[in-house]
Nanobody
């Protein structure tokens, strides 16, 4: 059973960088065909895909967020991370990490429980 767990600060000040980590258990982030994703949901809005890192380390980013987003990984600890720079209150959301085992086709089979991040001074 694959499990994902997000961790990071729940409160970030405007203009700072939001940093989250997703710890994966029950499966390796280097396993073939898997894409490891960051997805968020702002109040009153739908799910927004932010980006992903593939099993071989290749990264994909949403065009809307690409200039502010960086995804990295730590294979020794089976973790991948999100950094979102220059945050504003509009970045307040529940942030999820999720696994796509369909080779990037958007079929998410495992999700973290989500972590609330509020951007406020």
């Amino acid at each position: 059973q694959v499990q994902l767990q997000e961790s990071g600060p729940g409160l970030v000040k405007p203009s700072q960088t939001l940093s989250l980590t997703c710890t994966v258990s029950g499966g390796s982030i280097t396993s073939t065909y898997n894409h490891w994703n960051w997805i968020r949901q702002s109040p009153g809005k739908g799910l927004e895909w932010m980006g992903a890192i593939r099993h071989d380390g290749r990264r994909y980013y949403s065009p809307l967020l690409k200039s502010r987003t960086a995804i990295s990984r730590d294979t020794s600890n089976n973790q991948f991370s999100l950094q979102l720079s220059s945050v504003t209150p509009e970045d307040t959301a529940v942030y999820y990490c999720a696994r796509d085992s369909s080779g990037g086709m958007g079929e998410y089979d495992y999700w973290g429980q989500g972590t609330q991040v509020t951007v406020s001074s």
